[in-house]
């Protein structure tokens, strides 16, 4: 797996009981390394999930949802970027687009459209990578934390 942190794309979802997907697009640091790893450690309350679901497409995932805030960096403070750090930046609340609800998909096959796909079924995160068997999200984070290790070695 590539740590192309830059627009690394992902989906995160959740299957309902009729089998479809409600789910919200992220663009940066979709992979294992930074998506996978928050949802696994922060994202397995499926009230949470579902407020997470509610502020529609990100630019990018925090370990909480926070409150709206600025959107660019580069006009904020070093004081109000700590402050936001752990946050959810999302782009209807912090940049006022319009159209970045939820979606609904049919299938599992018809969500997973991005590099990256996250899938909360019956409570458990379940990984999409590329044309890759989808396998339990706590697996895959632990498969690549071994390989990391090893790569630094």
Known sequence: MEDDAMGSRSMIGRQNEDGS???IYCHFDGGLWHVG???HEHWNDPEKVGRLLGLGDLSKLGSEIGEKHCFADRNTTAAELERVRNWCRAYGRDRGDEGCEAQRYESAEAF???E???LLVDGRWVFYDADEPPVP?????VQYRLEEAQRLR
């Open 21 to 23: 997907i409600e789910a």
């Open 137 to 141: 999200l706590a697996e895959a984070v």
């Open 37 to 39: 790893a928050l949802l």
């Open 116 to 118: 990256y796909g996250y």
């Open 112 to 114: 997973h459209v991005a």
